[in-house]
């Protein structure tokens, strides 16, 4: 008896009541820019605090990669362009600065090589586009993180409305018409 009151007190305390979920609340255009904004600067910044491959530079490129994207995620939108072409900029970056820093001639090469000269315009070229390519897609998820919000708060709206219904005897009668997207 006592081990069966036991169980039914666990079974008890482990569930919760039903009830409805609460209704979607409106979202702000406002945080989705911060978030947007605020998690690549954050990692710019433990980008230029941190030291060449410490954890903290190894975090901060992963913010200012996936940050910009937070704003989408906050509007329940994955946000894939942005991100994909970040990433894609992000390898051109580390290639072309790679190229630059390493793969130029030092002052031991010959004097009528000019692979050396082909490497360094690749360097920059790579460089060059791959900030390009990662300003552009941060400033696109910026922008389009507040629309993404205004599309959703639009599509989880409930509209209530003063309305004309008709009686059955013929009439009409005021009534309250709710309208939503669920």
Known sequence: MRAALVAVMAVMVATSVARADEPAQDKSPELAMTLSISIPVAGFVGIAAGTEGSSLVKVGIAAMIVGPATGHWYAHEPGLIGLAARSVA??????????????????????????GQRNERLGYALTISGLAVFAAST???VVLARREVGTWNREHAIAVAPTAIATPSGGTTMGIGIGGRF
Do not use: F, I, K, W
């Open 90 to 115: 992000a390898v051109a970056l580390y290639y072309g600065l790679d190229e630059l820093r390493y793969g130029g001639c030092d002052l031991d090469c010959p004097v009528n090589d000019t692979s």
């Open 139 to 141: 400033v696109y998820d």
